[in-house]
């Protein structure tokens, strides 16, 4: 799995007001120890980091096996910020409604998503989004 070579002591890529070192950096780290995202807010900003910082072993061990890519291919985007604008969770089930800020090409993008997630063994899951055109 790629290692984060993202400063631990720098502000966390996810835009929360933290450093990646209390932030996203222990989700990261700690996949492979068991250590996982307490919230399906706190899932959806390590997966933005992780899109950020290309982890894409990150990206596909997070994402739940009813609805995930037997790969993924990051395009080369940059990514400008991330907006929570709701998040939620109810037993089993979380929303995350987000907008990511991009360049591709030269062209600056937004995504605007509501996200769905489950939890299974205590460990949440990315299932899929719905996108809002804006």
Aim: with cysteine.
């Amino acid at each position: 799995m790629k290692k984060s070579r993202h400063p631990l002591q720098t502000p966390c890529p996810c835009g929360s007001g933290q450093t990646y070192a209390v932030c996203c950096g222990p989700w990261h780290a700690g996949l492979a120890t068991g250590v996982h995202a307490p919230t399906p807010e706190a899932l959806m900003r390590s997966r933005y980091s992780a899109y950020v910082l290309g982890l894409v072993d990150y990206l596909l061990a997070t994402w739940h096996s009813s609805t995930a890519p037997a790969e993924l291919a990051l395009s080369p985007v940059k990514w400008l910020g991330l907006e929570v604008r709701r998040a939620q969770a109810a037993g089993d089930a979380g929303v995350v409604e987000f907008v990511a800020r991009c360049r591709e090409g030269g062209r600056a993008q937004r995504l605007h998503e509501t996200s769905r997630f489950v939890q299974q063994g205590g460990r949440w899951y990315y299932v899929d989004g719905e996108m809002t055109v804006s």
